[in-house]
């Protein structure tokens, strides 16, 4: 019996329904995939998921209380950081360089990737991809550092293959709770 399962979900602007199983089951691959060679420092390898026209950005969320109002305008007061792809070139040719003081000794990280939704969108070559990153960072000291967040992806297919196109990341601190942010989520 192979019935197709429905789920009512709310469906935020862009998105249509969600994505196949087939589909799903690829994004889902290639985010552990992604993630593993983060946590591995292949960042030239990682750079080619990317599309040219990548925009990667992890805004600072404005915070306020359940009884006050929404913002009229942007949520959004600022960034951790706002880079399309030469920028993120240039950071991972940073951080490969051996001359970046706080990565020796290399940091060790782990890029837990869960609560995946593939959906479709409007335009029939991209998805959007929503995800939770647990991500742990130790160096020096025995202490392992955590960082959670979600993400809004877009990833879209050419030649063949999937492609990042958009990632928004929602840090859940409200503020950096590491010494820096020298490296990729």
Known sequence: MNKSVQHD???LP???????ESVYLILLRQLNYEAR?????RHKEWLELLSE???YWAP???RRLRNEKAPAADPYSGF???????HLQMRATRLDSGMVWCEDPVNHVRHLVSNVEVFDTDDSD???VYSVVDLHRSRLDSKSKRITYGRVDVWRQADCQWLLTRRR?????NGTIDSNLNLFF
């Open 169 to 173: 990341i929602d840090f859940d601190h």
């Open 37 to 41: 060679l983060l946590d591995e420092l």
């Open 14 to 20: 862009g998105e249509t329904e969600p994505s196949s």
């Open 9 to 11: 979900h709310p469906q």
């Open 60 to 62: 600072l969320a404005a």
């Open 126 to 128: 991209e998805v959007k």
């Open 53 to 55: 026209d990548v925009a």
């Open 80 to 86: 951790y950081f706002n880079d399309r792809k030469p």
